[in-house]
């Protein structure tokens, strides 16, 4: 029985990689996905292959299908920042800042204890984006500082700090220059 299970886990894996490489190198998300369901089969709960997946249908316009497997993986593995990443991402597109910023604050410390350095310019990317995008940009600021601290690849560092600083800096001075509103505002009643 139990080179059974082996023979299994590895046609589950051998699934899992064709799907991998046909989703990253060739685009080919309908294939992709044949091959994560085919791993899936083996093991309803692999959490790779639910992320995966959730990427794969998210790549597919099916942005609710794709929550729903990447919260399987989170609800199987909540320290899966993979996980958390991947959400956040769909939650963007589906205009929903507030959650998808949550999704990255929960990834951090889940990348940094994993000693996955691989994802913390990705993630620190996609939380200033998000912060930009909610006009928050002195808390996008100190994000940007804070990836500054915990990057250790010049280049990163190079690529954030060339794609944001001098916008936050500009959305910043520009807040600074608003007038400032003063006196009570004019309230007018309407009888009917």
Do not use: W
Request: hydrophobic share 45%; glycine share 4%.
């Amino acid at each position: 029985m139990q080179l059974l299970q082996k023979v299994l886990n590895i046609s589950a894996e051998r699934q899992l990689k064709t799907a991998g490489d046909l989703f990253v190198y060739y685009s080919d998300y309908h294939g992709a996905l044949a091959h994560v369901e085919k791993a899936l089969t083996y093991d309803a709960n692999d959490t790779r292959a639910l992320v995966l997946m959730g990427d794969i249908l998210f790549c597919l316009n099916r942005d609710r299908d794709a929550l729903q497997a990447i919260e399987k993986a989170i609800q199987l593995n909540p320290a899966l920042a993979e996980a958390y990443i991947s959400k956040a991402g769909v939650l963007e597109v589906m205009g929903r800042f507030r959650e998808a910023l949550q999704c990255c604050r929960k990834a951090l410390p889940y990348v940094l204890n994993g000693k996955r350095p691989y994802l913390l310019a990705s993630l620190f990317d996609q939380e200033i984006t998000l912060l930009i995008r909610m006009k928050r940009f002195r808390e996008a600021q100190h994000v940007l500082e804070k990836a500054m601290f915990y990057l250790n690849d010049e280049d990163d560092m190079d690529f954030l700090l060339s794609s944001y600083k001098g916008l936050l800096d500009h959305y910043c001075k520009q807040r600074n220059q608003a007038p400032v509103r003063t006196g009570k505002p004019h309230l007018s009643v309407v009888q009917a």
